[in-house]
């Protein structure tokens, strides 16, 4: 089992900055990658970033340029900044674990962008 522990998120107005965290324990040697999906009402839940172990980021198109996923060295936290943020960027943010075949997922993190 793979435990994860999310924090971070808010309400945050267009143009502004917010940073999340995510933090896994457990059976962290299993891990082979961590990010965030979000999933905004009415919508399916989609990637935002994602690292692998062997440090390959992916970023989804709506946010390239503007996210920036980020590890620390014992590669069990990752990190989401987010700058320029729109208010299209609304949405419960998830922190996400591939270990092996399973996947985990924090409990959310509701990130609101509105004036």
């Known amino acids: 089992q793979v435990q994860l522990v999310e924090s971070g998120g808010g309400l945050v107005q267009p143009g502004g900055s917010l940073r999340l965290s995510c933090a896994a324990s457990g059976r962290i040697f299993s891990i082979n990658a961590m990010g965030w999906y979000r999933q905004a009402p009415g919508k399916q839940r989609e990637l935002v970033a994602r690292v692998s172990s062997v440090g390959t980021t992916t970023y989804a198109d709506f946010v390239k340029g503007r996210f920036t996923l980020s590890r620390d060295n014992a590669k069990t936290t990752v990190y989401l900044q987010m700058n320029s943020l729109k208010p299209e960027d609304t949405a419960v943010y998830y922190c996400?674990?591939?270990?092996?075949?399973?996947?985990?997922w924090g409990q959310g993190t509701q990130v609101t962008v509105s004036s």
């Open positions: 996400n674990v591939e270990a092996g075949v399973a996947r985990y």
